[in-house]
T-cell receptor, first 109, second 114 residues
Framework: GQQVMQIPQYQHVQEGEDFTTYCNSSTTLSNIQWYKQRPGGHPVFLIQLVKSGEVKKQKRLTFQFGEAKKNSSLHITATQTTDVGTYFCAPDTGNQFYFGTGTSLTVIP | DAGITQSPRHKVTETGTPVTLRCHQTENHRYMYWYRQDPGHGLRLIHYSYGVKDTDKGEVSDGYSVSRSKTEDFLLTLESATSSQTSVYFC?????????????FGPGTRLLVL
């Protein structure tokens, strides 16, 4: 079955440091979405990547889709306390929708 | 935020009792989903619906049943709750099944089974 690995599971950074989370799939993906969940909140859609090698930016967030469409990353530049939360990837294999296990980001002021 | 509500928002129940969680949407989206969220497991799909009276199983459907008699309502039932079903339950909606469409999540229901 589909194997979706998201690493790291937890990350603590000092405010101002960069942060990256990775999502790796054992199979080729149709596309991938990223969601953010604030503590005590619900997942909220951030972005969708469809094309091989695609890179999208949202202010300090950079999303990449691998050339082979088997992995993706989310990079946050100069983290702020508002970035705290859990970031989930949601790969689409074309058959079923999965969520990664998430990376919980703590930002230390 | 999309018009999705879940009720109740919190519930404490005892092992062996039936529990029904409700998801209500005002967006007229065709697809509705129930997920559970547990530490270390992320979000796991329980059941989903692709229309009125049309439902199917997800990754972790054992011990759960669903019903959808109206477009706007999707019910999740735990026929006989067990402690392993203690979790946070999220409802989500989307306009279509493919991931070309965003999923919008409700606020969640925290269920504790004693």
């Amino acid at each position: 079955g589909q194997q979706v690995m998201q690493i790291p599971q937890y990350q603590h950074v000092q405010e101002g440091e960069d942060f990256t989370t990775y999502c790796n799939s054992s199979t080729t993906l149709s596309n991938i979405q990223w969601y953010k969940q604030r503590p005590g909140g619900h997942p909220v859609f951030l972005i969708q990547l469809v094309k091989s090698g695609e890179v999208k930016k949202q202010k300090r967030l950079t999303f990449q889709f691998g050339e082979a469409k088997k992995n993706s990353s989310l990079h946050i530049t100069a983290t702020q306390t508002t970035d705290v939360g859990t970031y989930f990837c949601a790969p689409d294999t074309g058959n079923q929708f999965y969520f990664g296990t998430g990376t919980s980001l703590t930002v230390i002021p | 935020d999309a018009g999705i509500t879940q009720s109740p928002r919190h519930k404490v129940t005892e092992t062996g009792t039936p529990v029904t969680l409700r998801c209500h949407q005002t967006e007229n989206h065709r697809y509705m989903y129930w997920y559970r969220q547990d530490p270390g497991h992320g979000l796991r799909l329980i059941h989903y619906s692709y229309g009125v009276k049309d439902t199917d199983k997800g990754e972790v459907s054992d011990g759960y049943s669903v019903s959808r008699s109206k477009t706007e309502d999707f019910l999740l039932t735990l026929e006989s709750a067990t402690s392993s079903q203690t979790s946070v339950y999220f409802c989500a909606i989307s306009e279509s099944w493919t991931l070309q469409e965003t999923q919008y999540f409700g606020p969640g229901t925290r269920l504790l089974v004693l």
